[in-house]
């Protein structure tokens, strides 16, 4: 499957970059920035010499050629306005924008209220288009705020996903989560290829994927990190210990068999800057991108994973040996077994947040010992309910607690010993 950069190197190596024929969805909170993803697409695709269609509901055609000023390609570039006569009104303001000639490709729609007119003007621009134009709809709460109704909005999506996949495009969608319900989101997410949620929390800015066609890795699924560097989106990667150095060995092998970076960039449908910041140590990457890596340098993964320290013992368990193989309790709870035999139990559960989990760990009648290592949640012990910090901990003797919750940003761990 033929695979395109998004603009972020972080990004690229977290979900394996984008397939040709993505729809992304963009579920987002106020304060998170997510203007910056879209301003990467935009210049990536202009840098591929791709087209970009932008479709605006949510701002003026001036505010938007502000923002993207200093990356525009006005030959690859056409805007489809709905903001003038939309959300706009009509007013003066906006209208101004037209007395002046330009030579960009600007297309208003008179009448972006009627869904006809407006897919009508998009299906005839579409057409003229050989294969692989690349879009972004602004807002798609801006079109049901237009429109009337989460109905409309939902047939709209309905009919231009599967026929935007069918043109070998790749398309960003954005919309407001708060300001839709839950059915509406859930529905775009059975109909589309790439769901990433963006959040805030803590004043920390956090990106998840909610779905992922085509992936094998999990990774993305989980809570990351992110900041705005300038215009840029640094993505942080949990460090992996089992590769905790796998950044310095790819560059060892790589210079070895004199390979650039940009050749094995080239090679595994990567950029020159994700390998960079990968042997460097900046970043991880996905189990995907590592075994493409190996393969272009003709490696066995084992190579880089195999512990090269001296000293095994086997009373010694090491760090990595538990975190290799998790288990899944429930979806966003796992269990790292650390020792598991008849006589004895002691692993360590990991909550992700916003997580519930309606039972216990386990049926057994034997004591029960547990810590928190990291975070903070709720449980639930005879009807009565406890916030669990850092450093608490329970005993339990008969009583099996009847609800776990995590509905923090970040992951809570607790160490189990029975």
Same mark, same amino acid.
């Given at each position: 499957?033929?695979?395109?950069?998004?603009?972020?190197?972080?990004?690229?190596?977290?979900?394996?970059?984008?397939?040709?024929?993505?729809?992304?969805?963009?579920?987002?909170?106020?304060?998170?920035?997510?203007?910056?993803?879209?301003?990467?697409?935009?210049?990536?695709?202009?840098?591929?010499?791709?087209?970009?269609?932008?479709?605006?509901?949510?701002?003026?055609?001036?505010?938007?050629?502000?923002?993207?000023?200093?990356?525009?390609?006005?030959?690859?570039?056409?805007?489809?306005?709905?903001?003038?006569?939309?959300?706009?009104?009509?007013?003066?303001?906006?209208?101004?924008?037209?007395?002046?000639?330009?030579?960009?490709?600007?297309?208003?729609?008179?009448?972006?209220?009627?869904?006809?007119?407006?897919?009508?003007?998009?299906?005839?621009?579409?057409?003229?288009?050989?294969?692989?134009?690349?879009?972004?709809?602004?807002?798609?709460?801006?079109?049901?705020?237009?429109?009337?109704?989460?109905?409309?909005?939902?047939?709209?999506?309905?009919?231009?996903?599967?026929?935007?996949?069918?043109?070998?495009?790749?398309?960003?969608?954005?919309?407001?989560?708060?300001?839709?319900?839950?059915?509406?989101?859930?529905?775009?997410?059975?109909?589309?290829?790439?769901?990433?949620?963006?959040?805030?929390?803590?004043?920390?800015?956090?990106?998840?994927?909610?779905?992922?066609?085509?992936?094998?890795?999990?990774?993305?699924?989980?809570?990351?990190?992110?900041?705005?560097?300038?215009?840029?989106?640094?993505?942080?990667?949990?460090?992996? &210990?089992?590769?905790?150095?796998?950044?310095? !060995? *790819?560059?060892?092998? /790589? +210079?070895?068999?004199?390979?650039?970076? #940009? =050749?094995?960039?080239?090679?595994?449908?990567?950029?020159?800057?994700?390998?960079?910041?990968?042997?460097?140590?900046?970043?991880?990457?996905?189990?995907?991108?590592?075994?493409?890596?190996?393969?272009?340098?003709?490696?066995?993964?084992?190579?880089?994973?195999?512990?090269?320290?001296?000293?095994?013992?086997?009373?010694?368990?090491?760090?990595?040996?538990?975190?290799?193989?998790?288990?899944?309790?429930?979806?966003?709870?796992?269990?790292?077994?650390?020792?598991?035999?008849?006589?004895?139990?002691?692993?360590?559960?990991?909550?992700?947040?916003?997580?519930?989990?309606?039972?216990?760990?386990?049926?057994?009648?034997?004591?029960?010992?547990?810590?928190?290592?990291?975070? &903070?949640?709720?449980?639930?012990?005879?009807? !009565? *309910?406890?916030?669990? /910090? +850092?450093?608490?901990?329970?005993?339990? #003797? =008969?009583?099996?607690?009847?609800?776990?919750?995590?509905?923090?940003?970040?992951?809570?761990?607790?160490?189990?010993?029975?």
């Amino acid at each position: 499957m033929s695979k395109i950069s998004s603009g972020i190197s972080s990004l690229d190596g977290l979900i394996d970059s984008l397939y040709i024929g993505d729809n992304v969805v963009w579920e987002v909170d106020a304060g998170t920035s997510y203007d910056v993803f879209m301003q990467n697409f935009i210049r990536q695709s202009f840098d591929d010499s791709q087209r970009v269609i932008y479709v605006s509901f949510n701002r003026s055609p001036q505010t938007i050629l502000n923002e993207i000023s200093k990356i525009l390609s006005p030959e690859h570039f056409i805007l489809i306005d709905c903001f003038t006569s939309g959300k706009g009104k009509n007013d003066n303001t906006f209208l101004r924008f037209y007395e002046n000639p330009t030579h960009l490709n600007i297309i208003r729609i008179n009448n972006p209220k009627s869904i006809e007119e407006f897919t009508k003007t998009l299906n005839s621009i579409e057409d003229s288009f050989s294969f692989g134009v690349r879009y972004v709809f602004d807002s798609m709460t801006g079109m049901q705020d237009l429109w009337g109704n989460e109905s409309d909005t939902y047939k709209f999506f309905t009919y231009m996903c599967p026929r935007l996949y069918d043109l070998g495009t790749v398309a960003y969608w954005f919309l407001e989560k708060d300001a839709h319900s839950q059915s509406f989101k859930a529905n775009l997410r059975h109909i589309t290829q790439v769901v990433f949620d963006l959040y805030k929390r803590r004043d920390k800015l956090y990106i998840k994927a909610l779905k992922l066609n085509n992936r094998q890795d999990r990774e993305a699924f989980k809570p990351h990190l992110y900041e705005i560097d300038d215009r840029d989106v640094i993505i942080t990667f949990p460090r992996r &210990e089992p590769a905790g150095d796998i950044g310095n !060995r *790819i560059r060892e092998i /790589r +210079t070895r068999l004199g390979i650039s970076q #940009k =050749e094995l960039a080239d090679k595994i449908d990567l950029t020159p800057s994700f390998i960079s910041q990968l042997e460097s140590n900046q970043i991880s990457p996905s189990l995907s991108s590592f075994l493409q890596i190996c393969n272009a340098l003709g490696v066995n993964p084992g190579q880089f994973l195999e512990d090269k320290k001296p000293g095994m013992t086997s009373w010694l368990i090491r760090k990595e040996m538990v975190f290799s193989s998790p288990a899944s309790l429930e979806n966003g709870v796992r269990v790292h077994n650390i020792i598991k035999d008849e006589r004895f139990f002691a692993g360590i559960i990991i909550f992700q947040p916003g997580t519930t989990l309606n039972k216990h760990f386990s049926h057994h009648k034997t004591p029960e010992f547990i810590h928190v290592l990291k975070g &903070e949640f709720f449980v639930t012990v005879e009807d !009565r *309910i406890e916030r669990l /910090r +850092t450093g608490d901990s329970v005993y339990l #003797k =008969e009583s099996l607690p009847s609800q776990w919750w995590n509905e923090g940003g970040e992951e809570a761990e607790i160490l189990v010993v029975w």
